[in-house]
């Protein structure tokens, strides 16, 4: 098992003058591996996409497209299984409790085990409705149902792969956790060609191929588990892994971030229903232009991530001198990465706005708010990366909180300034948001700090 950090607040000075060069270079080498695992994503759904665009019918492409919307908000809703998991791991690594960090992540395996059981038990109104929601036409719906009744099969193992990321995260195997997603990718690229071309599935075929990847990406997972479990430990009785309390914890912190990620979710649909409002054009722009903040986000989250894994081994460890410096390195290299992103939305945004959209109209849209996509990774970077330190430390309470408040700040500013300035105000609401995320977690972190790194009571 990897041994936990050893900055400890009591070493000599000599030590800690060289502790700065040493943080930066182990936040670096947490966030770049987390970085290019982030960037594997969407290559699911690009070859998913590649594959559905050269069948004979535009109606193919459709219902990936629709099937892939169902299946990101729903597993997106999930994601708390990964992010309780890297805190409670993390801490536990931290403390250089073993017993706690098997508990956790079988607890988290259980519930997400159940969470997909429940899934598939509901697949065929979630999947229904779901598709109801989102229209389409009749050979569209049907080409997106036959998708998604082939993938959702896989929604327990897709679930478990978020809690063997979260657990890899938590103990700072990243580069475990870039091989895991390579792997699925790989998979996943094998099983569609061999699905659609060799096997004749069409549509249904692209879904099988998806979940075959998630199945073979938690397979390598519970392999990569077992050859990190920790040895000596003695057999875990049932009673401990149900323990009462650290199953309500573990209810407490995914309920919190579940609630968290539904303001969010709010907050990004009813900006984009603002825009429909103003016209297709401006819809259609506002979309393109919030790739700039998706494209920000595949790089901030490595650091974010980092100070997920950094600041619950502090807290595990109850070393608060490492919290402070967990939290002021990952958020000196955020900073410096927002920056990088501002800069090249300002000077290329106009050449990357053409390389997705070819339409004039929308083109000229997103020309005209892109000053507003420029400055965002400067406003939302204090709030992305708090996120990381948050819950790392598991404060998932003042996180959802802090959260429900900005959703407010956004609700509010929305209303007063979409309606005098347009396109423009709904624009600045969202930055207003962003901001309002960044300041209502900085004002908690020295409490938290305190409160996560305070000694045990005996």
């Known amino acids: 098992m990897q041994t936990a950090p050893q900055d400890h607040s009591n070493e000599d000075a000599p030590q800690e003058a060289a502790l700065p060069v040493h943080w930066h270079k182990r936040v670096l080498m947490l ?29 193919y492409l459709g219902g990936v497209a629709l099937g892939g919307l169902v299946f990101s908000f729903v597993f997106w809703g999930f994601g708390f299984l990964r992010m309780g998991t890297t805190g409670l791991v993390a801490q536990a690594f931290g403390a250089r409790d073993d017993e706690a960090l098997r508990a956790s992540v079988l607890r988290a395996l259980l519930l997400a085990f159940a969470i997909g059981a429940a899934v598939l038990a509901l697949q065929a109104p ?63 690229i094998v099983a569609v060609l061999l699905f659609v071309y060799r096997f004749g599935w069409g549509i ?57 990620t539904i303001c969010l979710l709010g907050s990004y649909g009813w900006f984009a229903h603002l825009g429909a409002r103003q016209g297709d054009a401006i819809l259609a722009a506002n979309a393109v232009l919030l790739n700039f903040q998706t494209f920000m986000s595949f790089g901030l989250d490595g650091f974010a991530h980092a100070a997920e894994a950094l600041v619950g081994a502090a807290a595990g460890a109850r070393d608060r001198h490492a919290f402070r410096q967990a939290v002021k390195v990952t958020m000196l290299w955020s ?23 070819d339409q004039a109209v929308v083109h000229a849209a997103a020309v005209r708010y892109l000053p507003w996509a420029s400055i965002l990774p400067l406003a939302s970077v204090a709030g992305f990366q708090l996120d990381g330190v948050f819950i790392g430390a598991t404060r998932m309470h003042e996180l959802m909180k802090a959260m429900a408040v900005s959703l407010a700040v956004f609700l509010l500013a929305a209303w007063a300034l ?41």
């Open 335 to 357: 900073a410096v990465g927002a920056a990088g992103f501002s800069i090249v939305y300002w000077i290329c945004g106009e050449w990357i706005i053409g390389r997705l959209t």
């Open 126 to 188: 979630i999947i229904r409705y779901a598709l109801a929601a989102l229209g389409g036409s009749v050979a569209v719906q049907d080409t997106a149902n036959a998708y998604c009744h082939a993938r959702i099969w896989a929604a327990p193992f897709a679930l478990g792969n978020y809690v063997v990321l979260g657990y890899l995260l938590g103990c700072q195997r990243v580069r475990l956790a870039l091989v895991t997603q390579i792997f699925i990718n790989l998979v996943n």
């Open 418 to 458: 979409a309606g005098a300035l347009g396109n423009h105000g709904l624009w600045l609401a969202l930055t207003l948001f962003m901001v309002a995320r960044g300041i209502t977690l900085a004002v908690q972190v020295p409490a938290i700090g305190r409160a996560a790194c305070a000694p045990e009571r005996s």
């Open 31 to 59: 966030a770049f591996p987390i970085v290019l695992a982030n960037l594997t994503q969407p290559i699911l759904g690009a070859v998913d996409t590649a594959v559905a665009g050269h069948l004979d019918g535009p109606q």
């Open 204 to 260: 249904a075929g692209i879904g099988a191929a998806t979940a075959a990847a998630d199945f073979c990406g938690f397979a390598l997972g519970l392999a990569i588990l077992w050859h990190l479990r920790p040895r000596g430990l003695p057999r875990l009785a049932p009673r401990a892994l149900l323990d009462a309390h650290a199953l309500r914890r573990l209810v407490a912190i995914n309920r919190d971030i579940f609630i968290r």
